[in-house]
Protein backbone atom coordinates (compact mmCIF):
# COMPACT_ATOMS: atom_id res chain seq x y z
CA UNK A 1 0.00 0.00 0.00
CA UNK A 2 2.70 2.29 0.98
CA UNK A 3 4.82 1.66 -2.34
CA UNK A 4 1.48 2.11 -4.04
CA UNK A 5 0.96 5.56 -2.88
CA UNK A 6 4.43 6.70 -3.24
CA UNK A 7 4.50 5.80 -6.97
CA UNK A 8 1.32 7.87 -7.12
CA UNK A 9 2.60 10.36 -5.66
CA UNK A 10 5.83 10.59 -7.95
CA UNK A 11 3.03 10.35 -10.62
CA UNK A 12 1.23 13.25 -9.64
CA UNK A 13 4.83 15.18 -9.27
CA UNK A 14 5.30 14.49 -12.86
CA UNK A 15 2.38 15.69 -14.41
CA UNK A 16 2.29 18.99 -12.44
CA UNK A 17 5.47 19.93 -12.46
CA UNK A 18 5.54 18.60 -15.86
CA UNK A 19 2.19 20.26 -17.49
CA UNK A 20 3.76 23.82 -15.46
CA UNK A 21 7.26 23.76 -16.54
CA UNK A 22 9.97 25.29 -14.30
CA UNK A 23 7.59 28.91 -14.46
CA UNK A 24 4.67 30.17 -12.92
CA UNK A 25 1.91 30.39 -15.77
CA UNK A 26 0.51 33.74 -14.49
CA UNK A 27 -2.74 34.81 -15.93
CA UNK A 28 -2.85 38.28 -18.37
CA UNK A 29 -3.47 41.17 -16.68
CA UNK A 30 -6.50 43.53 -17.63
CA UNK A 31 -5.36 46.97 -16.72
CA UNK A 32 -9.19 47.93 -16.70
CA UNK A 33 -9.66 45.54 -13.98
CA UNK A 34 -9.76 47.26 -10.35
CA UNK A 35 -7.28 46.93 -8.43
CA UNK A 36 -8.66 47.47 -5.04
CA UNK A 37 -11.47 44.23 -5.99
CA UNK A 38 -8.53 42.39 -7.53
CA UNK A 39 -6.79 42.57 -4.32
CA UNK A 40 -9.89 41.33 -2.16
CA UNK A 41 -10.16 38.96 -4.57
CA UNK A 42 -6.64 37.28 -3.66
CA UNK A 43 -7.32 38.03 0.11
CA UNK A 44 -10.26 35.94 0.07
CA UNK A 45 -8.58 32.97 -2.15
CA UNK A 46 -5.34 33.04 0.80
CA UNK A 47 -8.09 33.20 3.58
CA UNK A 48 -9.55 29.84 2.15
CA UNK A 49 -6.68 28.09 1.48
CA UNK A 50 -5.56 28.60 4.91
CA UNK A 51 -8.77 26.53 6.15
CA UNK A 52 -7.76 23.91 3.55
CA UNK A 53 -4.48 24.06 5.62
CA UNK A 54 -2.75 25.47 2.11
CA UNK A 55 -0.49 27.22 4.18
CA UNK A 56 1.03 23.67 6.28
CA UNK A 57 0.86 21.48 3.77
CA UNK A 58 2.69 23.64 1.06
CA UNK A 59 4.13 26.60 3.05
CA UNK A 60 7.02 28.30 0.45
CA UNK A 61 4.58 28.28 -2.72
CA UNK A 62 2.02 30.31 -0.04
CA UNK A 63 4.06 32.11 1.85
CA UNK A 64 4.94 33.58 -1.64
CA UNK A 65 1.35 34.51 -2.81
CA UNK A 66 1.27 36.11 0.39
CA UNK A 67 4.18 38.05 -0.09
CA UNK A 68 2.90 38.99 -3.91
CA UNK A 69 -0.57 40.35 -1.73
CA UNK A 70 1.92 42.55 0.37
CA UNK A 71 3.03 43.90 -2.61
CA UNK A 72 0.18 44.57 -4.14
CA UNK A 73 -1.45 46.42 -0.99
CA UNK A 74 1.91 48.26 -0.72
CA UNK A 75 1.51 49.66 -4.47
CA UNK A 76 -2.27 50.46 -3.86
CA UNK A 77 -1.11 52.92 -0.84
CA UNK A 78 1.39 53.96 -2.40
CA UNK A 79 -0.01 55.06 -5.47
CA UNK A 80 2.03 52.39 -8.06
CA UNK A 81 0.56 51.92 -11.23
CA UNK A 82 -1.90 49.77 -11.86
CA UNK A 83 -0.42 47.64 -14.21
CA UNK A 84 2.36 46.86 -11.43
CA UNK A 85 -0.24 46.50 -8.53
CA UNK A 86 -2.44 43.94 -10.88
CA UNK A 87 1.12 41.96 -11.76
CA UNK A 88 1.74 41.50 -8.49
CA UNK A 89 -2.35 40.14 -7.54
CA UNK A 90 -1.48 38.00 -10.80
CA UNK A 91 1.73 36.64 -9.54
CA UNK A 92 -0.01 36.10 -6.47
CA UNK A 93 -2.75 34.21 -7.84
CA UNK A 94 -0.22 32.07 -9.84
CA UNK A 95 2.01 31.29 -6.70
CA UNK A 96 -1.28 29.70 -4.43
CA UNK A 97 -1.93 27.70 -7.35
CA UNK A 98 1.50 25.95 -7.56
CA UNK A 99 0.81 25.54 -3.49
CA UNK A 100 -2.44 23.70 -3.91
CA UNK A 101 -0.69 22.05 -6.63
CA UNK A 102 1.83 20.67 -4.05
CA UNK A 103 -0.89 20.23 -1.41
CA UNK A 104 -2.14 17.48 -3.32
CA UNK A 105 1.05 15.78 -3.63
CA UNK A 106 1.43 16.14 0.00
CA UNK A 107 -2.76 15.01 0.47
CA UNK A 108 -1.30 11.70 -1.05
CA UNK A 109 2.47 11.05 0.35
CA UNK A 110 1.99 11.87 3.98
CA UNK A 111 -1.41 11.40 4.53
CA UNK A 112 -1.00 9.48 8.05
CA UNK A 113 0.44 12.37 9.19
CA UNK A 114 -1.64 14.57 8.00
CA UNK A 115 -4.51 12.99 9.59
CA UNK A 116 -2.48 12.25 13.19
CA UNK A 117 -2.36 16.14 12.99
CA UNK A 118 -5.61 16.78 12.71
CA UNK A 119 -6.43 14.71 15.33
CA UNK A 120 -3.88 16.58 17.61
CA UNK A 121 -5.47 19.95 16.72
CA UNK A 122 -8.81 18.65 17.78
CA UNK A 123 -7.43 17.25 20.48
CA UNK A 124 -6.12 20.46 21.63
CA UNK A 125 -2.53 19.57 21.08
CA UNK A 126 -1.55 23.23 20.42
CA UNK A 127 -1.84 24.22 24.28
CA UNK A 128 1.41 21.75 24.72
CA UNK A 129 3.47 24.37 23.82
CA UNK A 130 6.75 24.06 22.72
CA UNK A 131 6.62 20.10 22.36
CA UNK A 132 3.75 20.59 20.02
CA UNK A 133 5.87 23.52 18.36
CA UNK A 134 8.79 20.78 17.72
CA UNK A 135 6.37 18.19 16.04
CA UNK A 136 4.64 21.61 13.84
CA UNK A 137 8.32 22.02 12.81
CA UNK A 138 9.25 18.58 11.84
CA UNK A 139 5.60 18.36 9.65
CA UNK A 140 6.47 21.68 7.77
CA UNK A 141 9.92 19.96 6.91
CA UNK A 142 7.88 17.22 5.29
CA UNK A 143 5.90 19.39 3.37
CA UNK A 144 8.72 21.86 2.43
CA UNK A 145 10.62 18.14 1.23
CA UNK A 146 7.83 17.79 -1.07
CA UNK A 147 8.40 21.09 -2.54
CA UNK A 148 11.96 20.57 -2.74
CA UNK A 149 10.94 17.64 -5.12
CA UNK A 150 12.67 15.46 -2.46
CA UNK A 151 9.46 12.52 -1.96
CA UNK A 152 11.32 10.16 -0.91
CA UNK A 153 13.05 11.84 2.61
CA UNK A 154 9.37 13.08 3.13
CA UNK A 155 7.39 9.51 3.11
CA UNK A 156 11.10 8.03 5.04
CA UNK A 157 10.21 10.51 8.01
CA UNK A 158 6.54 10.69 7.92
CA UNK A 159 5.86 7.48 10.05
CA UNK A 160 7.90 9.32 13.06
CA UNK A 161 6.19 12.61 12.65
CA UNK A 162 2.59 10.67 12.63
CA UNK A 163 3.46 8.73 15.75
CA UNK A 164 4.64 12.22 17.23
CA UNK A 165 1.48 14.40 16.82
CA UNK A 166 -0.63 10.63 17.51
CA UNK A 167 1.83 10.91 21.31
CA UNK A 168 0.69 14.68 21.42
CA UNK A 169 -3.17 13.92 21.12
CA UNK A 170 -3.38 11.32 24.03
CA UNK A 171 -1.17 13.59 26.13
CA UNK A 172 -4.06 16.40 25.37
CA UNK A 173 -6.77 13.99 25.96
CA UNK A 174 -5.30 13.11 29.27
CA UNK A 175 -4.52 16.79 30.30
CA UNK A 176 -8.28 17.95 29.21
CA UNK A 177 -9.47 14.96 31.25
CA UNK A 178 -7.59 14.18 33.58
CA UNK A 179 -5.71 17.43 34.27
CA UNK A 180 -7.38 18.68 36.93
CA UNK A 181 -7.36 15.30 38.87
CA UNK A 182 -3.28 15.44 38.65
CA UNK A 183 -3.17 18.87 39.98
CA UNK A 184 -5.73 18.60 42.67
CA UNK A 185 -3.99 15.46 43.82
CA UNK A 186 -0.40 16.48 43.62
CA UNK A 187 -1.90 19.60 46.00
CA UNK A 188 -2.86 17.19 48.71
CA UNK A 189 0.10 15.21 48.82
CA UNK A 190 1.95 18.36 49.39
CA UNK A 191 -0.55 19.37 52.21
CA UNK A 192 0.35 15.52 53.84
CA UNK A 193 -1.96 13.43 52.04
CA UNK A 194 0.49 10.24 52.59
CA UNK A 195 -0.02 11.34 56.82
CA UNK A 196 -3.28 12.50 57.07
CA UNK A 197 -4.97 10.01 54.16
CA UNK A 198 -3.10 7.65 53.37
CA UNK A 199 -5.47 5.02 52.44
CA UNK A 200 -7.60 7.40 50.87
CA UNK A 201 -4.63 8.81 49.06
CA UNK A 202 -4.21 5.31 47.53
CA UNK A 203 -7.97 4.64 46.31
CA UNK A 204 -7.67 8.11 44.32
CA UNK A 205 -4.20 6.93 43.33
CA UNK A 206 -6.00 3.89 42.00
CA UNK A 207 -8.96 5.43 39.71
CA UNK A 208 -6.57 7.74 38.50
CA UNK A 209 -4.47 5.38 37.39
CA UNK A 210 -7.47 3.51 35.82
CA UNK A 211 -8.79 6.21 34.21
CA UNK A 212 -5.35 6.75 32.55
CA UNK A 213 -4.76 3.54 31.76
CA UNK A 214 -7.91 3.32 29.84
CA UNK A 215 -7.49 6.58 27.92
CA UNK A 216 -4.25 5.42 26.75
CA UNK A 217 -6.77 2.11 25.55
CA UNK A 218 -10.16 3.55 23.94
CA UNK A 219 -8.69 7.46 23.33
CA UNK A 220 -11.97 7.79 21.53
CA UNK A 221 -14.24 6.45 23.30
CA UNK A 222 -15.27 9.93 25.08
CA UNK A 223 -18.50 8.94 27.18
CA UNK A 224 -17.01 6.48 29.10
CA UNK A 225 -13.28 8.49 29.63
CA UNK A 226 -15.26 11.50 30.97
CA UNK A 227 -17.24 9.40 33.34
CA UNK A 228 -13.97 7.31 34.34
CA UNK A 229 -12.27 11.38 34.84
CA UNK A 230 -15.11 12.62 36.56
CA UNK A 231 -14.95 9.72 39.35
CA UNK A 232 -11.34 10.40 40.04
CA UNK A 233 -11.61 13.91 40.41
CA UNK A 234 -14.87 12.93 42.66
CA UNK A 235 -12.53 10.88 44.52
CA UNK A 236 -9.53 13.43 44.85
CA UNK A 237 -12.23 16.02 46.02
CA UNK A 238 -13.26 13.86 49.03
CA UNK A 239 -9.23 13.18 49.58
CA UNK A 240 -9.23 17.05 50.10
CA UNK A 241 -11.89 16.99 52.41
CA UNK A 242 -10.86 13.48 55.12
CA UNK A 243 -7.41 15.45 54.91
CA UNK A 244 -9.27 18.71 56.29
CA UNK A 245 -11.48 16.32 59.00
CA UNK A 246 -8.01 14.41 59.84
CA UNK A 247 -5.98 17.74 60.25
CA UNK A 248 -8.77 19.09 62.08
CA UNK A 249 -9.25 16.05 65.14
CA UNK A 250 -5.19 16.23 65.69
CA UNK A 251 -5.42 18.68 68.28
CA UNK A 252 -8.65 17.56 69.78
CA UNK A 253 -8.87 14.82 72.53
CA UNK A 254 -11.29 11.94 72.23
CA UNK A 255 -14.09 12.69 74.29
CA UNK A 256 -13.95 16.07 72.03
CA UNK A 257 -14.18 13.93 68.98
CA UNK A 258 -16.83 12.02 70.11
CA UNK A 259 -19.17 14.81 71.16
CA UNK A 260 -18.59 16.39 68.36
CA UNK A 261 -19.92 13.14 66.08
CA UNK A 262 -22.63 12.91 68.71
CA UNK A 263 -23.60 16.83 68.63
CA UNK A 264 -24.06 16.09 64.58
CA UNK A 265 -26.01 12.99 64.82
CA UNK A 266 -28.12 14.55 67.42
CA UNK A 267 -28.72 17.36 65.08
CA UNK A 268 -29.89 15.58 61.81
CA UNK A 269 -32.08 13.76 64.28
CA UNK A 270 -33.84 16.74 65.57
CA UNK A 271 -34.22 17.57 62.21
CA UNK A 272 -35.95 14.98 61.18
CA UNK A 273 -38.41 15.19 64.27
CA UNK A 274 -37.11 11.83 66.29
CA UNK A 275 -36.61 11.90 70.22
CA UNK A 276 -33.10 12.12 72.19
CA UNK A 277 -31.30 9.18 71.55
CA UNK A 278 -27.94 10.28 72.37
CA UNK A 279 -28.42 7.79 75.38
CA UNK A 280 -28.04 5.12 72.87
CA UNK A 281 -24.88 3.75 71.14
CA UNK A 282 -23.43 5.35 68.23
CA UNK A 283 -24.81 2.52 65.72
CA UNK A 284 -28.10 3.21 67.06
CA UNK A 285 -28.50 6.95 66.70
CA UNK A 286 -27.00 5.98 63.43
CA UNK A 287 -29.75 3.51 62.14
CA UNK A 288 -32.61 5.79 63.82
CA UNK A 289 -31.65 8.21 61.30
CA UNK A 290 -31.58 6.18 58.44
CA UNK A 291 -34.69 4.84 59.08
CA UNK A 292 -36.48 7.83 60.03
CA UNK A 293 -34.92 8.80 56.21
CA UNK A 294 -36.42 5.86 54.53
CA UNK A 295 -39.50 6.60 56.36
CA UNK A 296 -39.73 9.95 54.38
CA UNK A 297 -38.50 8.45 51.40
CA UNK A 298 -41.51 6.36 51.42
CA UNK A 299 -43.66 9.18 52.25
CA UNK A 300 -42.56 11.33 49.66
CA UNK A 301 -42.62 8.19 46.60
CA UNK A 302 -46.50 7.76 47.66
CA UNK A 303 -47.15 11.05 47.31
CA UNK A 304 -45.49 11.24 44.06
CA UNK A 305 -47.05 8.19 42.99
CA UNK A 306 -50.53 10.04 44.28
CA UNK A 307 -49.50 13.66 42.28
CA UNK A 308 -49.26 11.29 39.43
CA UNK A 309 -52.32 9.09 39.93
CA UNK A 310 -54.26 12.69 40.01
CA UNK A 311 -52.24 14.07 37.00
CA UNK A 312 -53.81 11.04 34.80
CA UNK A 313 -57.46 11.41 36.12
CA UNK A 314 -57.26 14.78 35.55
CA UNK A 315 -55.82 13.71 31.79
CA UNK A 316 -58.68 11.28 31.23
CA UNK A 317 -61.35 13.85 32.58
CA UNK A 318 -59.71 16.10 30.22
CA UNK A 319 -59.92 14.01 27.38
CA UNK A 320 -63.78 13.18 28.25
CA UNK A 321 -64.77 16.90 28.06
CA UNK A 322 -62.74 17.17 25.10
CA UNK A 323 -65.16 14.83 23.56
CA UNK A 324 -68.13 15.54 24.97
CA UNK A 325 -67.33 19.16 23.12
CA UNK A 326 -66.36 17.53 20.21
CA UNK A 327 -70.09 15.60 20.36
CA UNK A 328 -71.72 19.14 21.20
CA UNK A 329 -70.44 20.96 18.10
CA UNK A 330 -71.01 18.09 16.17
CA UNK A 331 -75.00 18.01 16.95
CA UNK A 332 -74.64 21.63 16.46
CA UNK A 333 -73.20 21.58 13.14
CA UNK A 334 -75.43 18.55 12.35
CA UNK A 335 -78.35 20.70 13.48
CA UNK A 336 -77.29 23.71 11.77
CA UNK A 337 -76.78 21.79 8.31
CA UNK A 338 -80.71 20.01 9.09
CA UNK A 339 -81.59 23.96 9.13
CA UNK A 340 -80.01 24.59 6.17
CA UNK A 341 -81.01 21.80 4.03
CA UNK A 342 -84.83 22.07 5.29
CA UNK A 343 -84.53 26.00 4.40
CA UNK A 344 -83.08 24.96 1.21
CA UNK A 345 -86.08 22.26 0.44
CA UNK A 346 -88.51 25.07 1.48
CA UNK A 347 -86.62 27.65 -1.03
CA UNK A 348 -86.82 25.05 -3.61
CA UNK A 349 -90.47 24.13 -3.25
CA UNK A 350 -91.41 27.84 -2.93
CA UNK A 351 -89.46 28.45 -6.38
CA UNK A 352 -90.79 25.41 -7.87
CA UNK A 353 -94.39 26.60 -7.38
CA UNK A 354 -93.84 30.01 -8.88
CA UNK A 355 -92.12 28.60 -12.13
CA UNK A 356 -95.02 25.69 -12.17
CA UNK A 357 -97.74 28.76 -11.80
CA UNK A 358 -96.16 30.52 -15.08
CA UNK A 359 -97.03 27.56 -17.55
CA UNK A 360 -100.31 25.71 -18.35
CA UNK A 361 -100.63 22.26 -18.71
CA UNK A 362 -100.97 22.87 -22.55
CA UNK A 363 -97.71 24.77 -22.40
CA UNK A 364 -94.93 22.25 -20.68
CA UNK A 365 -95.37 19.89 -17.93
CA UNK A 366 -92.80 21.11 -14.73
CA UNK A 367 -92.04 18.51 -12.39
CA UNK A 368 -88.94 18.11 -9.77
CA UNK A 369 -86.36 15.52 -10.34
CA UNK A 370 -84.00 15.09 -7.26
CA UNK A 371 -82.65 18.78 -6.69
CA UNK A 372 -83.63 19.75 -10.04
CA UNK A 373 -86.61 21.41 -12.09
CA UNK A 374 -87.65 20.32 -15.24
CA UNK A 375 -89.33 22.05 -18.09
CA UNK A 376 -90.72 19.87 -20.18
CA UNK A 377 -91.82 22.14 -23.41
CA UNK A 378 -94.97 20.15 -24.76
CA UNK A 379 -95.91 22.54 -27.93
CA UNK A 380 -92.66 24.02 -29.33
CA UNK A 381 -92.13 22.85 -32.56
CA UNK A 382 -90.22 23.10 -35.84
CA UNK A 383 -90.28 22.53 -38.92
CA UNK A 384 -89.88 19.06 -40.67
CA UNK A 385 -86.13 17.95 -40.69
CA UNK A 386 -84.97 21.99 -39.17
CA UNK A 387 -83.76 23.44 -36.11
CA UNK A 388 -85.69 27.03 -36.99
CA UNK A 389 -87.23 28.45 -34.02
CA UNK A 390 -90.97 29.71 -35.56
CA UNK A 391 -92.01 33.20 -33.80
CA UNK A 392 -95.51 31.47 -32.33
CA UNK A 393 -92.90 29.77 -29.58
CA UNK A 394 -91.26 33.18 -28.41
CA UNK A 395 -94.10 33.43 -26.10
CA UNK A 396 -93.81 30.25 -24.08
CA UNK A 397 -89.68 30.30 -24.61
CA UNK A 398 -89.66 33.99 -22.72
CA UNK A 399 -91.77 32.00 -20.03
CA UNK A 400 -89.20 29.69 -20.03
CA UNK A 401 -86.74 32.21 -19.25
CA UNK A 402 -88.54 33.54 -16.71
CA UNK A 403 -88.30 30.75 -15.13
CA UNK A 404 -84.60 30.50 -15.57
CA UNK A 405 -83.94 34.24 -14.06
CA UNK A 406 -85.83 32.70 -10.99
CA UNK A 407 -83.17 30.41 -10.19
CA UNK A 408 -80.46 32.74 -10.55
CA UNK A 409 -77.47 30.68 -9.84
CA UNK A 410 -78.24 27.77 -11.42
CA UNK A 411 -77.22 26.30 -14.30
CA UNK A 412 -79.17 25.30 -17.40
CA UNK A 413 -79.05 21.95 -19.54
CA UNK A 414 -81.03 22.00 -22.87
CA UNK A 415 -82.02 18.55 -24.30
CA UNK A 416 -83.36 17.79 -27.65
CA UNK A 417 -85.32 15.10 -28.29
CA UNK A 418 -87.02 13.39 -31.68
CA UNK A 419 -88.90 10.78 -32.58
CA UNK A 420 -87.70 7.34 -34.19
CA UNK A 421 -88.75 8.34 -37.43
CA UNK A 422 -85.70 8.65 -39.99
CA UNK A 423 -81.39 7.30 -39.30
CA UNK A 424 -80.51 7.47 -35.90
CA UNK A 425 -77.04 9.46 -37.09
CA UNK A 426 -79.72 12.11 -38.44
CA UNK A 427 -81.72 12.59 -35.34
CA UNK A 428 -79.11 12.92 -33.04
CA UNK A 429 -77.90 15.50 -35.21
CA UNK A 430 -81.27 17.01 -35.72
CA UNK A 431 -81.79 17.42 -31.83
CA UNK A 432 -78.48 18.72 -31.02
CA UNK A 433 -79.28 21.59 -33.50
CA UNK A 434 -82.74 22.49 -31.78
CA UNK A 435 -81.15 22.29 -28.48
CA UNK A 436 -78.46 24.66 -29.50
CA UNK A 437 -80.94 27.04 -31.57
CA UNK A 438 -82.76 27.49 -27.86
CA UNK A 439 -80.05 27.73 -26.23
CA UNK A 440 -78.58 30.71 -28.88
CA UNK A 441 -82.26 31.96 -28.06
CA UNK A 442 -81.49 32.26 -24.38
CA UNK A 443 -78.12 33.53 -24.25
CA UNK A 444 -79.65 36.06 -27.01
CA UNK A 445 -82.12 37.16 -24.43
CA UNK A 446 -79.80 37.33 -21.39
CA UNK A 447 -81.61 34.87 -19.93
CA UNK A 448 -78.11 33.13 -18.37
CA UNK A 449 -74.31 34.02 -18.98
CA UNK A 450 -73.37 31.52 -21.93
CA UNK A 451 -70.85 29.21 -19.65
CA UNK A 452 -73.91 28.29 -17.62
CA UNK A 453 -76.18 27.10 -20.68
CA UNK A 454 -75.39 23.48 -22.20
CA UNK A 455 -76.96 22.01 -24.98
CA UNK A 456 -77.38 18.23 -25.83
CA UNK A 457 -78.92 16.39 -28.52
CA UNK A 458 -80.16 12.94 -27.46
CA UNK A 459 -82.25 11.97 -30.47
CA UNK A 460 -84.91 9.12 -30.09
CA UNK A 461 -82.77 7.49 -27.15
CA UNK A 462 -85.25 8.93 -24.61
CA UNK A 463 -88.76 8.33 -26.07
CA UNK A 464 -91.76 9.13 -23.61
CA UNK A 465 -94.39 7.27 -25.92
CA UNK A 466 -94.06 4.42 -28.77
CA UNK A 467 -92.94 5.84 -31.73
CA UNK A 468 -95.53 3.30 -33.43
CA UNK A 469 -98.16 6.44 -33.52
CA UNK A 470 -98.84 9.80 -34.50
CA UNK A 471 -99.62 10.66 -31.21
CA UNK A 472 -96.81 8.90 -29.68
CA UNK A 473 -94.24 10.34 -32.08
CA UNK A 474 -95.26 14.03 -31.23
CA UNK A 475 -95.13 13.53 -27.53
CA UNK A 476 -91.35 12.41 -28.31
CA UNK A 477 -90.51 15.39 -30.25
CA UNK A 478 -89.62 17.53 -27.67
CA UNK A 479 -87.48 20.45 -25.77
CA UNK A 480 -86.77 19.87 -22.04
CA UNK A 481 -85.22 22.22 -19.99
CA UNK A 482 -83.14 20.97 -16.85
CA UNK A 483 -82.77 23.73 -14.40
CA UNK A 484 -79.78 22.66 -12.00
CA UNK A 485 -81.14 24.33 -8.79
CA UNK A 486 -79.01 22.46 -6.21
CA UNK A 487 -76.33 25.29 -6.00
CA UNK A 488 -79.60 28.02 -5.61
CA UNK A 489 -80.94 25.41 -2.90
CA UNK A 490 -77.71 25.51 -1.26
Same mark, same amino acid.
Given at each position: ?8 S ?22 ? %? ?5 I ?5 ? &? ?35 V ?8 Y ?34 A ?16 T ?16 ? @???G ?15 ? @??S ?11 ? &? ?5 ? *? ?17 ? +?E ?20 A???S ?12 ? *? ?29 ? @?????? %? ?29 ? !? ?10 ? !???? +? ?43 M ?16 F????? @? ?53 ? %? ?17 E??S?
Amino acid at each position: MRRTIHLLSILIFIILTGCSGPNLKVAPVAIS %DNPSSKIFELEET &LATGRTQQINVLSPSWYAKADIYLDKARYGLANNDSVAKILQNVAYGHASFDRAKEYALIAQSAISQAIRARELANAAGAASLGDDYQRMEDQFIALTTDIEDNNLTRAEKNEGK @VAKGFADLELRAIKENTLGE @VRSLLATNIKNGAKT &LAPTTLE *ETQKDLAAADQFITQQRYE +REEMQNRANAALFQAQRLGQIMAMSNSFKNMSPENISLQQ *ESRLHQINSQLGGRDFRNEPIDIQLQNILES @VASLQD %DNKYLKEKRQQDKDKIAVLEKQNKEVQREHE !LITLQEKETKAR !LEAD +RHFQQLFNEVQGMFTQDQAEVYKQGKNLVIRLKTIHFPVGKDLIMPDNYALLSQVRKAIRTFSESEV @VIEGHTDSTGSAAINAQLSQKRAEAVRQYFIASGALEEQKLTAIGYGSERPLATN %DTAEGRAINRRIDIIIKAEKESN
